[in-house]
């Protein structure tokens, strides 16, 4: 039985470009957010996007199915299902014919250069990269290293390969990608968007029941190792011993089910000085009633949407100098090396030590920067820049109506 998740008309008779996105999956995540912001702030009403996620949609997925966006599910459950899901991914690409195809992480990016390959069709590919290394291949598991390396072997097949951040691209060089197609795009983010601040202070302290005197520390991420929560811990831990009044807020999928480790050492705090909850569809609302915002990533960040999002929401940020985060911050925060719970605290105590004013003008600061460098309408533009230059604008043919059907199967 097929499960249908809706109907979308997507072409007038005029001439259209249809673009194909495929990513691994589309729970909450960095690259599935960005993928979504840029599907829904495209102005171009020439261009028809689809999605075919190899796994099941997921949070973001069900978002972007109720905005009206076309969601193909390719059934991949585990590795053993993977030929199963790349087989419908090779009969997808063929019955919809796509001008480009852009493929979002890494096991999407190389089962669609063999699907491409095996449909028989000549259709420009596009890499889009959302992760840094960090120390080579170090962290990776097994199969993801042996992803990496096919994907280095094969980098010469797509026609252009996205960065979203300077520091990644370096380091996919470095490990054998292609530096010619490369170009580097960072995320963006919607600086028209109305800031939170003075709602979002009462709102967050209703939500999670904090305290009304209490600077607020706040992390959102997925649980994940690479996001080193037991890192911040540590450095909350220091802070809170040199007495200052701070309460830790962490916000995220599998944030409510703490390791083992990170659980004795939260249980070691004062009491009533942290707060931890899962993962929610209404952050946007309260972001901004945070009065710093914490990444203490080990590896992995690329262009950290997290970071971006708060900013916007003039917030000043601590993050790890991982991926392109200390850039992004730049003056408006602190950045500190990965790993090191002492100069994380260290960056806290002096935020925290702030007068009030004088982090608000940081976090103007901060919004600042991502309006000057991070506006999503003018990332939106060179995505379809890019797009127009790859395909050759005007060269697409002129088809009749059609209507593209989303299921699960």
């Known amino acids: 039985m097929r499960l249908q998740w809706g109907i979308r008309s997507v072409g007038t ?56 966006i076309a969601v193909r599910s390719l059934g991949m459950t585990s590795i053993w299902t993977a030929s199963i899901a790349m087989i419908r991914l090779v009969l997808h690409i063929r019955r919809t014919k796509p001008d480009l195809v852009m493929a979002w992480m890494h096991h999407a990016q190389l089962a669609t250069t063999l699907a491409i390959r095996l449909s028989g069709l000549k259709i420009p590919v596009v890499w889009n990269v959302r992760h840094s290394l960090g120390e080579g291949f170090t962290h990776e598991r097994r199969l993801t290293r042996a992803v990496l390396r096919m994907q280095a072997m094969l980098s010469r097949k797509p026609t252009a ?13 470095a490990i054998g990608f292609n530096p010619r197609s490369e170009h580097v795009i960072p995320n963006g983010f919607d600086v028209a968007a109305e800031i939170t601040e003075a709602g979002g202070k009462r709102r967050i302290r209703e939500i999670f029941g904090l305290p009304d005197n209490a600077i607020l520390i706040g992390m959102v991420a997925r649980s994940h190792p690479m996001k080193d929560v037991a890192n911040l811990v540590a450095a909350f831990a220091l802070l809170r011993s040199s007495r200052v009044n701070a309460h830790l807020l962490m916000v995220g999928e599998g944030m409510d089910k703490p390791t083992a480790s990170v659980a004795a050492a939260l249980a070691r705090l004062p009491q009533g000085s942290w707060t931890l909850a899962g993962q929610r569809p209404d952050v946007a609302t309260w972001l901004g009633g945070l009065d710093i915002l914490v990444l203490p990533s080990a590896w992995g960040e690329g262009f950290s949407n997290i970071i971006g999002e708060a900013m916007a929401q003039a917030v000043p940020c601590v993050g790890t100098d991982v991926g392109d985060t200390a850039w992004i911050i730049g003056r408006t925060g602190r950045s500190v090396p990965p790993r090191n719970a002492t100069a994380l605290a260290l960056a806290l105590l002096e935020l925290c030590g702030l007068p009030e004013s004088e982090r608000h003008a940081l976090g103007l ?3 600042q920067r991502i309006v000057d460098m991070f506006a999503l309408g003018t990332i939106v533009g ?15 043919a002129c088809r009749p109506p059609w209507n593209l059907r989303c299921e699960a199967v």
């Open 382 to 396: 060179r995505y379809e820049a890019l797009v127009d230059e790859l395909i050759g604008a005007g060269e697409t």
């Open 365 to 367: 600061a901060a919004r």
């Open 161 to 173: 390969i996205i960065y979203n951040s300077r520091k990644a691209a370096q380091q996919y060089r």
């Open 13 to 68: 008779g005029q001439c259209m470009m249809r673009i194909l996105h495929v990513i691994t999956g589309l729970n909450v995540g960095g690259a599935e957010a960005m993928l979504a912001r840029i599907i829904a702030n495209s102005k171009r009403p020439d261009v028809t996007a689809t999605v075919a996620t190899l796994m099941a949609p997921g949070f973001v997925g069900g978002r972007m199915l109720e905005s009206g």
